[in-house]
């Protein structure tokens, strides 16, 4: 009966898309900090969200510059990403990075020059995830969306991701994340309740603005976002 009523609500209502993500070049996003930066592995809501919004709500004007993004505007864009979870993916090298030079990206004689007789070095390990690894996530929407073939992602938006949409199934699990429900919808109430109903405790806190709740069903989406795009 639970099947029932989640699969009416997602028929008579919102549009959930099911994503493959295949990264085309070496993401950075350095979320979790060891002796240097290293990226998590997955892609975060709030960051794929951002990078879909020129094609799904574009704005009539250039976002603004800001030193802290509006998270709270997202919920008026119509549409939302999940996490993205890993399907297949693997870390890069570890690299090292000198921060009080920019070296990155080209071969810069002077500073490393300037590198070698600095007596301050800043020197830290980087580490991101490589090329051709995939992610799933799931996009919700008030409307039929056309879903673009490529994103950018990354520090710098320098990351080229490939979109591709796959059939959806209840097997799967989703990953959900605790700041936006707190901060963007303000349901996180809500979210804790039916964790607590359906008996899923699978947690993890990386950074402030990502806090992981693992576990989740598609069948879950519907509930969870009602509110926001019935």
């Not at 209840?170 to 607590?196: P, R």
Request: aromatic fraction near 14%.
């Amino acid at each position: 009966m639970a099947d029932l009523y989640y699969s009416n609500i997602e028929l008579n209502t919102m549009k959930i898309y099911k994503l493959r993500l295949t990264l085309l070049n070496h993401l950075f996003y350095f979320t979790e900090m060891t002796n240097g930066s290293r990226t998590g592995n997955f892609i975060g809501d709030l960051a794929l969200t951002y990078a879909f919004r020129p094609y799904l709500a574009p704005a009539n004007k250039p976002i603004p510059f800001r030193d802290k993004p509006e998270y709270e505007e997202i919920k008026d864009w119509g549409y939302y990403c999940t996490m993205a979870m890993p399907e297949r993916s693997q870390p890069t090298n570890v690299y090292t990075k000198n921060t009080l030079f920019n070296t990155d990206g080209f071969f810069d004689t002077k500073s490393l020059e300037d590198t070698a007789k600095s007596p301050f070095k800043n020197l830290v390990h980087v580490q991101g995830v490589e090329a051709q690894s995939t992610f799933l996530c799931y996009l919700v929407s008030k409307n039929d969306l056309d879903i673009p073939p490529t994103i950018r992602v990354g520090n710098g938006r320098e990351t080229l991701v490939a979109v591709e949409e796959i059939e959806t199934s209840e097997q799967g699990d989703l990953w959900l994340n605790a700041y936006t429900h707190k901060i963007v919808f303000d349901n996180l109430e809500e979210v804790a309740d039916l964790m607590a109903e359906e008996q899923i405790h699978d947690r993890e806190y990386v950074l402030e603005n990502y806090i992981l709740l693992k576990g989740f069903k598609k069948k879950h989406l519907p509930t969870i976002f009602n509110q926001t795009f019935n």
